[in-house]
């Protein structure tokens, strides 16, 4: 379509060119001995003509033609839907733009939830000690004894001041019994040792606890724990009489907070007193034992008055 534009106006150009040829030949000054002279002014307006109507003709091949039909023309109107294939946006309206809507807001509630879960935040002290009761059960077994054996049921009851001393009072009930070398000395030698085990005592004491700390259990569970010492006596009755006996305690123990009711405590005894025999007049006795015991805190729960 442009060419065949082209085309016309060419033809249309060299018939303007023609007239004015013969416009100048039948001008008065143009002698007729001179016929290049009304050449020459016939070709410097056709030239001017030309450059005149040049950005006209190419401003009209340029446009589009009234009669061509517009690309937007074959677009369906606009119904309010996404087309097939577009991603509705959440401001978008329609069942689209409602689930993508509900789905955003339910992945960010999922990632918060998870968020959640991967931070945990502890507190300097899980367990509050000061002014609460703890009840001590638990048990125990005798170490470094050749001919004899015991097993201990303990019971403890603690009254905590603040959080580092503790005083309480508490009771053992021990199971004795001898050993294999108890048995080989009286085969191998003829001999016949006396026989001291322990029964029952009671005793008080006085706690300090100066370490506090925790740790991380599989990079899950954060325990804290306290190292305790105690010191303190009592009175206790073993197998070579009724007397009551007094002894010395001395230990050392260290606790776990499993919850803020309840803790774990491993704790390691030393118990001295003095047990007579029949061939002297009395001797010192050292009974050392290690064991666990459950600690069950009262009041169960725990009011912060301070921040944490």
């Known amino acids: 379509m442009q060419r065949t534009e082209q085309a ?83 401001g978008d309206g329609g069942e689209a733009g409602a689930k993508r809507t509900a789905l955003t807001r339910e992945l960010a509630e999922q990632g918060e939830a998870e968020l959640f879960k991967s931070v945990q935040a ?63 000395i009286q085969n191998d030698f003829g001999l016949f040792p006396e026989k001291s085990t322990l029964q029952a005592g009671g005793h008080g004491f006085v706690e300090f606890s100066p370490i506090v700390g925790k740790f991380a259990v599989f990079s899950q569970w954060v ?25 010395g305690l001395l230990g050392v123990g260290l606790r776990f907070h499993t919850s803020r009711w309840l803790s774990l405590s491993l704790e390691l005894r030393d118990i001295v007193y003095q047990e007579g025999y029949l061939n002297s007049d009395s001797r010192v006795m050292q009974q050392v034992f290690g064991g666990i015991k459950l600690g069950f805190w009262l009041p169960p729960t725990v009011q912060y008055k301070f921040p944490r």
């Open 8 to 90: 016309s106006t060419g033809k249309i150009e060299t018939a303007r060119i023609a007239q004015l040829c013969e416009l100048a030949a039948q001008t008065p000054f143009a002698p007729a001995t001179r016929p290049w002279v009304a050449r020459a002014v016939a070709l410097w307006l056709a030239c001017g003509i030309s450059v005149a109507a040049t950005p006209s003709a190419a401003v009209a091949a340029d446009a589009p033609s009234a009669e061509k039909p517009s690309a937007t023309d074959d677009k369906p109107a606009d119904s309010g839907k996404p087309a097939d294939g577009a991603v509705a946006q959440p």
């Open 122 to 184: 502890f507190q300097q002290r899980y367990l509050v000690k000061a002014h609460r009761v703890e009840l001590q059960l638990g048990g125990a077994s005798s170490m470094a004894d050749p001919l004899f054996h015991h097993y201990s049921a303990d019971v403890d009851l603690l009254f905590h001041i603040n959080e580092h001393w503790a005083v309480g009072a508490g009771g053992a009930k021990w199971f004795g019994g001898t050993k294999t070398g108890f048995d080989q």
């Open 223 to 247: 325990l804290q724990i306290d190292g305790y010492g105690m010191l303190g006596g009592g009175g206790l009755r073993t197998s070579r009489g009724e007397t009551i006996k007094p002894y």
